[in-house]
């Protein structure tokens, strides 16, 4: 099974199966989405089928820089991040919760950074992902 829900390349996802899929955590989704549409200039998202592991994933980019991934998956969706040096650094110095900085600091380094993932499944879920969201656009 792919990582995402949606491993069908044929079908681009529609918000009506997201919220089918995603069920209560939907809620969640559509805060991330405001945020992001009230408090980032110039961003763009789009569905794309990166493979067939991966499926689909809704990626936002601001002009031609990639600020992460949500990935829908069984009534929950992850959140894909890749922070550069800097950004490792500023999520040390925040008051997020230990289990989330010890995530990002155990974070796979790659090509472009440190990528990591975390899963949303509830809306309390949402305030973390928010803070990083902010340190990967300063950063």
Known sequence: MATSIFDDNIITPTDEMVSLVLVDTKSAWDMIMSHVSDNFQDIAYNWKFANKKA????????????????????????????????????????????????????????????????????????EPVLALLKIKSES
């Not at 002009?63 to 949500?70: A, I, N, P």
């Open 55 to 126: 499926g689909w994933v809704l990626i936002f980019s601001q002009k031609k820089r990639t600020l992460f991934y949500l990935i829908p998956r069984s009534e929950h969706f992850r959140i894909a991040l890749v922070f550069g040096d800097k950004a490792m650094k500023n999520v040390e110095q925040t008051s997020l919760p230990e289990h989330i900085k010890e995530m990002i600091s155990a974070a796979t380094a790659c090509a472009s950074g440190y990528s990591c993932f975390i899963d949303v499944k509830d809306a309390s879920d949402v």
